[in-house]
């Protein structure tokens, strides 16, 4: 059996190690938002962009969100509901409009329960590492996430028009026109 001491010590370690990561996430963030800023000034030079106070606005303007977003606690009152867009095993996926700004996102909700039974926590995070870490064009945006006692939310940008599985199980298979973009 473990003494007082000997479990303290532990928590002291657990606590310590997590103040190291996040000092260590958000060293990273830093520089990875001045990887974006010095990107940003090379292809405004590069294509010696007409309007580069406008566009230097508008990336500082999402770059500020960003910040902002990650320091909001969001709840689900942040959302108001516009339509069911899918149900799975794990939960709904919500089409949303933002409150505050009235912009369409898709609330992802997960069942903490379904996915216990399944012991899929790993899944959940993982998809969530992945989509917070790789912004790309060919992800959906990571805006947030949060959670209530019964469910683990994701807060994504809405990109009309369906999900690429439902296309291919529609067609079966995409003919060389349709791959092209």
Request: charged content about 30%.
């Amino acid at each position: 059996m473990q003494s007082d001491d000997d479990l303290a010590a532990r928590r002291f370690q657990h606590f310590r190690a997590a103040v190291e990561l996040a000092k260590d996430d958000i060293e990273k963030e830093h520089h990875k938002r001045e990887l974006r800023y010095q990107r940003f000034q090379e292809h405004a030079a590069k294509a010696n962009m007409e309007g580069h106070d406008a566009a230097l606005q508008r990336f500082s303007a999402k770059e500020e969100r960003g910040l902002l977003a990650k320091c909001k606690v969001w709840t689900t009152a942040d959302f108001e509901q516009v339509d069911v867009l899918g149900e799975g095993s794990f939960g709904v996926v919500h089409l949303v409009r933002r409150v505050e700004t009235h912009d369409y996102c898709v609330l992802k909700q997960m069942s903490k329960a379904a996915y216990k039974k399944k012991n899929s926590r790993a899944r959940i995070f993982a998809e969530r590492n992945l989509l917070a870490s790789a912004p790309s064009r060919w992800f959906v945006e990571l805006l947030a996430t949060f959670q209530d006692a019964a469910h683990v939310y994701m807060v994504m940008e809405f990109l009309q028009g369906g999900d690429l599985l439902h296309y291919l199980i529609e067609k079966g298979r995409f003919t060389a026109p349709q791959t092209c973009f």
